[in-house]
């Protein structure tokens, strides 16, 4: 009980101090941004909210202006179902790509993070 509640309050704690250290976004030309939203409706990050791993890649997603979708593996029991079925295992943070037909489940906060990098970095 008491780990628990010393768990959540941590949480919490690195929540507010991303919220408030939070990067400034990139900018790009108009144009450069539609196509960065239109290859992002091609990812979806599963995470947990308070995970400082998670943290850190929606961070590198957030400098980077790359709105992906975020899938609570913790609490949607459907999102955690699909992460176990088709990631094979509950970890995260994992990057699911789907590009040309292929599903890609990424796993680790370096390799998620130097794969954004490397696809949106100006």
């Known amino acids: 009980m008491l780990v628990k509640l010393l768990r959540n ?3 919490q704690l690195i929540i507010f101090i991303d919220f408030i250290t939070r990067p400034a976004k990139m900018k790009r030309s108009a144009e450069a941004q539609v196509e960065v939203v239109k290859e992002a409706e091609k990812l979806a990050l599963y995470q947990f909210n308070a995970c400082p791993f998670c943290v850190k890649t929606r961070r590198t997603m957030h400098k980077l202006n790359v709105p992906i979708k975020l899938k609570d593996a ?4 459907q999102d955690r179902q699909l992460l176990l079925e088709h990631g094979g295992k509950i970890q995260v943070p994992c990057l699911h790509i789907q590009s040309e037909g292929k599903d890609e489940w ?3 906060s370096k390799a998620i993070n130097a794969y954004l990098t490397d696809r949106f970095a100006a």
């Open 74 to 77: 913790k609490n949607n029991d």
């Open 106 to 108: 990424l796993y680790e």
């Open 9 to 11: 309050g941590l949480g």
